[in-house]
């Protein structure tokens, strides 16, 4: 009986490109879970920094009437929100709207909270973002989304409102 050994080094070479390609799938898949969380962790830095400015302005001025501006550089697509706020959740056509605050808030026991975070959601947000206490009670309505750094906030301390400058 003779055998085709050619057919047989067609599929040992074929099995091990198979393997290969495999291999690099997994690496790069590696890879790019590393940046992700590299870069989810750098986010979550400018997060907190942007915060801490806007808290800390917020606080300088909150004893004076009228309109205060701030800018905020980062984290580019992130979203501001003021807690306790209505959101929506659920899918296409089974949205609900409620109303919560992040877990982070409801810890320090915040009446009200000013967080900047990934997601519009109480729960991404407190996984996923950083909080701050909103001691003036200041809202932001839905939340104002940081598209095109700077934005330009405009506080209005006799109406408790923040608003995006366009």
Same mark, same amino acid.
């Given at each position: 009986?003779?055998?085709?050994?050619?057919?047989?080094?067609?599929?040992?070479?074929?099995?091990?490109i198979?393997?290969?390609?495999?291999?690099?799938?997994?690496?790069?898949?590696?890879?790019?879970?590393?940046?992700?969380?590299?870069?989810?962790?750098?986010?979550?830095?400018?997060?907190?920094?942007?915060? !801490?400015?806007?808290?800390?302005?917020?606080? +300088?001025?909150? *004893?004076?009437? &009228?309109?205060?501006? $701030?800018?905020?550089? @980062?984290?580019?697509?992130?979203?501001?929100?003021?807690?306790?706020?209505?959101?929506?959740?659920?899918?296409?056509?089974?949205?609900?709207?409620?109303?919560?605050?992040?877990?982070?808030?409801?810890?320090?026991?915040?009446? !009200?909270?000013?967080?900047?975070?990934?997601? +519009?959601?109480? *729960?991404?947000? &407190?996984?996923?973002? $950083?909080?701050?206490? @909103?001691?003036?009670g200041?809202?932001?309505?839905?939340?104002?989304?940081?598209?095109?750094?700077?934005?330009?906030?405009?506080?209005?301390?006799?109406?408790?409102?923040?608003?995006?400058?366009?």
């Amino acid at each position: 009986m003779k055998t085709d050994k050619k057919g047989f080094l067609l599929a040992e070479e074929t099995l091990k490109i198979i393997l290969a390609v495999i291999a690099v799938g997994f690496l790069s898949l590696f890879l790019f879970s590393l940046y992700n969380s590299g870069k989810d962790s750098k986010d979550l830095g400018h997060a907190q920094d942007s915060l !801490n400015l806007l808290m800390q302005e917020i606080d +300088n001025q909150k *004893d004076q009437e &009228g309109v205060l501006e $701030v800018q905020i550089y @980062n984290p580019k697509g992130w979203v501001i929100s003021s807690w306790p706020n209505i959101y929506t959740e659920g899918m296409l056509f089974w949205k609900t709207l409620k109303q919560g605050r992040p877990q982070p808030c409801i810890n320090f026991g915040w009446d !009200n909270c000013i967080c900047i975070c990934k997601k +519009n959601t109480p *729960d991404k947000c &407190g996984s996923k973002g $950083v909080c701050l206490e @909103n001691e003036l009670g200041l809202s932001l309505g839905t939340g104002i989304k940081i598209k095109d750094p700077p934005i330009t906030l405009s506080i209005d301390y006799s109406n408790k409102i923040i608003t995006k400058i366009k």
